[in-house]
């Protein structure tokens, strides 16, 4: 005979409809892998440069003596392999697959490392891609990576929600724009990153402003920012602001990210330093 539920979960030895212990969903990476810190760079809408704010992330973090692995969670907007200038086909062994490395030693995973041709469509339904983030994660080897950089795609749908069930994140940066909605956007990544318990480093803002190259003026191209009184009606911190610079976008364009030189995430730089103390 059954024996009589007494309510007291911590102390049951079987699950029913009624167990009420906190599961944990998170998967392992491959066993081969050794990786120390997973932030996730999202934001709530297309368009405001999440791949940028990951790409230069990456680049600060290698500059710092750190070994930087990108997973490109984007599956059917993958930009980071032409971000980086890398291509070719990804390589393993019976152990398992291997990512490519960059000029600059960071290692990268994306789909479009995965196509026989860049351009073809990844027309897929979001349980399969989903099926393949968590493939990045658990058949890929990481080797000794210390900071790996989740690149998200916008919202908060399929993969979004299995990166942050199926990997333990370190934290979470969300990427904004200068514009007035943008408040709105922002608060459902925040509700959505609170409802799974994942920690929200900070803010970035991309296309903050343009510096005139002639006379040193700044000019909010997009409109006044709103990212202070953002951050301080979540309590967040605001970890850079990223400047409009045709340099960066050519440089980005050809695939020389690592080349590129700017102070802007000086912050978020020294906040994911303090995850190793």
């Given amino acids: 005979m059954a024996e009589e539920c007494n309510h007291d979960c911590s102390s049951c030895g079987s699950t029913c409809g009624a167990d009420t212990r906190k599961q944990d969903m998170h998967e392992a990476p491959h066993e081969l892998s050794d990786i120390r810190h997973v932030i996730a760079v999202v934001s709530g809408k297309g368009g405001v440069g999440k791949s940028l704010v990951t790409g230069l992330l990456s680049v600060a973090m290698s500059r710092k003596g750190k070994h930087v692995g990108i997973m490109d969670a984007d599956i059917t907007g993958p930009s980071i392999p032409k971000m980086f200038g890398v291509s070719g086909e990804v390589h393993g062994s019976e152990q398992g697959a291997y990512p490519v490395t960059s000029a600059g030693g960071i290692d990268i995973v994306s789909m479009n490392l995965l196509l026989e041709n860049t351009t073809d469509p990844v ?98 191209i997009y409109g006044q920012s709103h990212i202070e009184e953002i951050a301080g009606q979540y309590k967040l911190d605001v970890l850079g602001r990223i400047p409009i610079m045709p340099q960066l976008a050519a440089e980005c364009d050809a695939g020389q990210i690592e080349t590129t030189d700017g102070d802007w995430l000086n912050q978020a730089t020294e906040k994911l330093l303090e995850l190793d103390k």
């Avoid at 950089?149 to 724009?177: C, E, H, N, R």
């Avoid at 608060?187 to 609170?194: H, L």
């Fill in 123 to 220: 027309v897929w339904r979001g349980p399969i891609i989903s099926g393949v983030v968590k493939q990045f994660w658990h058949d890929f080897i990481w080797q000794d990576v210390d900071y790996m950089f989740v690149d998200m795609p916008p919202g908060t749908g399929d993969v979004p929600l299995t990166v942050m069930q199926s990997i333990k994140l370190d934290g979470i940066i969300i990427v904004t724009s200068p514009q007035e909605l943008v408040s709105m956007i922002v608060e459902k990544a925040v509700k959505m990153a609170e409802a799974m318990k994942v920690p929200i480093l900070g803010l970035v803002e991309n296309m903050s402003y343009f510096e005139c190259p002639d006379c040193g003026k700044r000019h909010e």
